[in-house]
């Protein structure tokens, strides 16, 4: 089974987007519903779509500042987890930043305990640890 990822242009595909990153960060991890949805959702963040089979089981969105993208809001379905579907996800939001040239920079605020798996994307740590809606976080960046 392969992840098809695409950009979620539609409505139908970004409230996809949002129903996988209700499960994983509202339900799973607990972050309160008004710190996981904010103004960029509807406005300029790019959301990526991944689907096996049909199903939709990843997220993750692109926020562009200046000459720096900001990769957030990576999510997997805790079943389709460990399969490699994060990478995929990962290196296609990768490749439409670079594509597209849309920054110089890409940087990401990883939760502390996935740091390696970032780290395997060629992300360094940038800065110390912090509290993100109660979970350890470190900025990581990358350089195009």
Do not use: W
């Amino acid at each position: 089974m392969s992840l098809l990822v695409v950009t979620a242009k539609t409505v139908l595909q970004r409230q996809s987007c949002y129903a996988i990153r209700r499960v994983v960060f509202v339900d799973e991890q607990l972050v309160p519903i008004e710190l996981e949805i904010d103004e960029h959702d509807e406005t300029d963040a790019i959301h990526f779509l991944g689907s096996v089979d049909g199903t939709d089981v990843a997220t993750g969105r692109v926020v562009v500042r200046s000459d720096t993208a900001k990769i957030q809001r990576v999510a997997i379905l805790s079943a389709y987890r460990g399969l490699g579907y994060g990478y995929k996800l990962m290196k296609t939001m990768i490749a439409h930043i670079e594509a597209e040239r849309l920054a110089k920079t890409i940087t990401l605020d990883a939760q502390t305990h996935a740091t390696a798996f970032y780290y395997g994307l060629g992300f360094l740590e940038n800065g110390k640890e912090f509290d993100d809606a109660g979970i350890p976080h470190i900025n990581m960046t990358r350089t195009l």
